[in-house]
Structure formats: C-alpha cells, structure tokens
C-alpha cells in the first residue's frame, strides 16, 4: 500500500511459476495513479523464482499456497484483502497507469453497478514471441455490466479488467474452486 489507513482498492495477483513475468506486472500496479492500493500476490504453489521476484517488492504482500488452482489463489487474496474494492491482474498482465482510477471513477458514477469492466487489449511478449501477453488499457473504453444478458454478449470479460465490491465477491462464495475453466463467467452470472 503506497498511502496510509485503510487502502481503497486491493490488488491480486495470482501467481504460478510466474518469475519470468510478475515483476513487471508489480510495476505497472505500483505505477497506478491511485495513490492507496493495497498489493497482495497469492503464490499458488510455484516451483520457480517467483517468491524471489515477488520479495524485491516490499510494498507487496506475499502470500505461498499449496497449488489449487486460480480460483482458489484468488479466493484467499480476497479474503485477506482489506479494501472496499478488488481487482485481480494475472501475473503475465499489464496495467494502463490510470486503471484503477478510471475504474473507480466508473464505480462512482454507477454507485448500484455490481462491477466495473475495463476495455483490454491483447499483446505479444516482446521478449518472447510465442508468449501471449494481455495489455489491460484503463484508457480503452470503460463500462458496467447492467444485467446477466452483458455476460452472453461479451462472454470473455477477462479478469484482469475488473472491479469488483469485495464484500459482494465474498458474500456469493468467491470463484467456484471446482470449475477448471469459464470460472470468471461463473461468478458474472451470480454476481
């Protein structure tokens, strides 16, 4: 957390044998324009570098699992988060600087929105060609989802670009920890 009291949004990152990428993923969170964030990176069980990475970072919370997936790594940040707001970024994702701002903006102007959804945009790594990397761009166009309709609409909504209350996430039980794939449009369709 970059400011003092109680942060306004948590971070978190899921993270499995992510060393090569989550330092520049901490960055681009670090670099927000929201002053008071809370950071918490959810270790799921990596074989790899990964706590070291995560350990140059001091403004980062680190939590090590025993791996169970995604959803479970997220469930436990979100349980330890402290804010009012949540908003997961995958570790091999980047942020726009002024995502959360816009994104909590958005939640401001829509006060009965049960998320917010940010615009992405999908990049090739350029240090590894092969590697798909996801740009999330706070810049792209911003929107809330009003009904479940949005969901079958635009059914990838993508993680990475979402704000979410963290009392309402808890409340309907966090990610379906069974569910291997299609666990984010789940928990859209019950939130």
Do not use: C
């Amino acid at each position: 957390m970059t400011g003092s009291g109680v942060p306004v949004v948590t971070v978190i990152i899921p993270a499995y044998n992510a060393a090569r990428y989550i330092g520049e993923t901490i960055e681009h969170v670090l670099g927000q324009t929201l002053p008071d964030i809370e950071v918490i990176v959810v270790d799921d069980g990596s074989s790899d570098q990964t706590a070291d990475v995560v350990a140059l970072y001091s403004a980062v919370r680190y939590i090590r699992k025993a791996n169970g997936g995604v959803s479970s790594a997220r469930n436990l940040g979100a349980k330890q988060a402290r804010a009012r707001w949540i908003s997961f970024v995958d570790a091999d994702d980047l942020w726009h600087p002024q995502m959360l701002a816009s994104m909590l903006e958005l939640m401001r102007q829509h006060p009965t929105a049960v998320m917010g959804l940010s615009g992405s945009t999908s990049l090739h790594d350029r240090r590894d060609l092969t590697s798909p990397i996801q740009r999330i761009d706070g810049a792209l166009p911003s929107r809330f989802v009003s009904d479940f309709r949005e969901v079958f609409r635009f059914p990838y909504l993508g993680m990475s670009s979402v704000i979410v209350e963290r009392d309402r996430f808890l409340s309907l039980g966090g990610f379906n920890e069974n569910l291997r794939r299609a666990e984010d449009v789940d928990l859209f369709l019950r939130l």
